[in-house]
């Protein structure tokens, strides 16, 4: 797989704009997809918020393992990090988030109330495109209050909203660094969709996202999708399983791959395919790539 290389436009704004806010807020709240947390964390974050309490939503969690959530959220922890898993779009949603976020900024409260400041907590919500952060600010407003699409691209700037009248929220795009030169997680980021699919090989993701679930779940993966090969050494040749499963053969005999890897990748997006994360915080990952002076910015969800 080549190096995602990624050039959306609007170089460097997002960052700018979360370098000119963070000093309005009082916590930062950053939301990840639960099936890949490492490689949804960009980079720039921690030293962007360094001096900032910080609250971590797995977001998704029904689409990963309770298992691999739990373990997450032990590490966000050992890291100082208070972490929860959540589902944006289920009704419970809001009294979870809200709770957290305010149990986390009540010593800042505190501070003010004892000087006798009213104080009105401030929170920023932030994440890499595509990880649900529109959707959990519009379940906790109770209204369609930002930006939502099922595409990296909505959210256009920042937003404020008021949740309640010692709570606002304040939206924003969504950060993604300039050069994914780390395979695996720049694999990762394009499996859930926070890089557009216009700009890679679809074909390619979808063979490589094959691969990595015949490896992690074999058994969920074959149920559905009948005619794969278990012991498939090419990535082509479980893409070309699932043309052969579904019927997508064109005239000639010829398989239908592009529209095969349409349908995994939405099926997978959708979990339907099985309910697992692709990273542990045990696993031998690399580090982030640093993303220096390189880091764009995408004005996503």
């Known amino acids: 797989m080549q190096t995602i290389n990624w050039y959306p436009g609007h170089m460097a704004k997002a960052r700018r704009m979360l370098e000119e806010n963070v000093k309005l807020v009082d916590i930062v709240v950053e939301v990840v997809d639960a099936r890949c947390p490492l490689a949804c964390r960009n980079p720039d974050f921690e030293s962007l918020f360094k001096n900032k309490l910080r609250v971590v939503f797995m977001n998704k969690s029904d689409l990963s393992s309770r298992e691999q959530n739990k ?144 490896k992690l779940c074999p058994n969920e993966l074959v149920s559905r999708y009948k005619k794969l090969d278990k012991d498939a050494e090419l990535p082509f040749e479980l893409l070309e399983g699932v043309c052969r499963s579904r019927g997508f053969i064109l005239s000639g005999g010829h398989l239908d791959t592009e529209r095969a890897a349409r349908i995994v990748l939405d099926e997978y997006r959708g979990g339907k395919i099985a309910n697992i994360a692709l990273e542990n915080p045990e696993d031998d990952l690399p580090p982030a790539d640093d993303p220096h002076d390189d880091t764009q910015s995408i004005e996503g969800e």
Not at 95 to 122: D, F, H, N, W
Not at 143 to 164: E, L, M
């Open 71 to 214: 373990a997450w959220i032990a590490h966000f922890r050992s890291l100082g990090i208070t972490a929860a898993e959540l589902v944006s779009t289920s009704q419970s949603a809001r009294k979870t988030a809200v709770s957290i976020i305010e149990s986390a900024g009540k010593p800042i409260l505190q501070r003010y109330k004892e000087k006798g400041i009213r104080k009105v907590l401030r929170a920023m919500v932030i994440g890499v495109p595509n990880v649900g952060k529109s959707t959990l600010i519009n379940r906790i407003a109770g209204a369609a209050r930002a930006q939502v699409g099922d595409r990296p691209g909505v959210t256009k700037s920042k937003q404020w909203v008021k949740v309640s009248d010692y709570l606002e929220l304040l939206d924003t795009p969504g950060l993604l660094w300039g050069k994914l030169e780390n395979e695996t997680l720049a694999k990762h980021l394009a499996y859930i969709g926070s890089i557009r699919d216009d700009v890679l090989d679809t074909e390619e993701i979808a063979s490589l996202l094959l691969f990595d679930l015949m």
